[in-house]
Structures are given as C-alpha cells and as structure tokens.
C-alpha cells in the first residue's frame, strides 16, 4: 500500500520549534521528490520546501532561514525541521511524494494526511 504519514504537529510557542516527519510506505522513495505545502482554511495549498531524489533543496521565501529540509533514504523519511516559529506558519502541513513517469500527468504524486501546526502563545 502507497502511503505517506506525517507526525509531529503540535501546538508551539511563538519563537519555538518542531520537527515534522514524513514518513513513506510503498513506494521505491529514494526515485521521489518530496515537498512539504501548507495550508489554511479559505487558502490555496503553498510550497513550503522541496527536496529532490539528487538532494537539490527549495524553499519558500518566507521560511528561508527558519526551515530545514532533509530526508534519510535508509529510513524512507523526510524531515521539515521549523524554528522560530511564527503564528503565520499555523497551518496543516502536508507531505508531497512526486516523480516522473509514463501516461497523462507525466507524473506519480502521493499525498499525506496532514498534520496540523499551531503557533500562538
């Protein structure tokens, strides 16, 4: 079964920090970009960082400096490493899988279910 859970939401301070974790199941995962997108009630879904199978790294501008992608092959996981928190970041986070391949998108995608960071003292 192909799926993708995330853990580490909570609730923080602002100025704090969590670790989220994407973890991936099904799927031959060191092939896949994943990406970690936001977002909030009434609001499209936003990239937030994205990481490839080659390990080349984006982020959004507004966590650039704050926010740590990586991922552990061995373990089928990313991580989204979030300091200084802001309550702007309150949001669902959600983990993206992606990657090229034969028939009408160009592309295999799998979602995660989210889970739910809040930033507010």
């Known amino acids: 079964q192909v799926q993708l859970v995330e853990s580490g939401g909570g609730l923080v301070q602002p100025g704090g920090s969590l670790r989220l974790s994407c973890a991936a199941s099904g799927i031959v995962f060191d092939l896949y970009a994943v990406a970690w997108y936001r977002q909030v009630p009434g609001k499209q879904r936003e990239l937030v960082a994205r990481i490839t199978s080659a390990g080349r790294i984006n982020y959004y501008d507004s966590v650039k400096g704050r926010f740590t992608i990586s991922r552990d092959n061995a373990v089928n996981t990313v991580y989204l490493q979030m300091n200084s928190l802001k309550p702007e970041d309150t949001a669902v986070y959600y983990c993206?899988?992606?990657?090229?391949?034969?028939?009408?998108?160009?592309?295999?995608?799998?979602w995660g279910q989210g889970t739910l960071v809040t930033v507010s003292s």
């Open positions: 993206n899988a992606r990657k090229e391949a034969p028939g009408p998108t160009g592309y295999l995608e799998v």
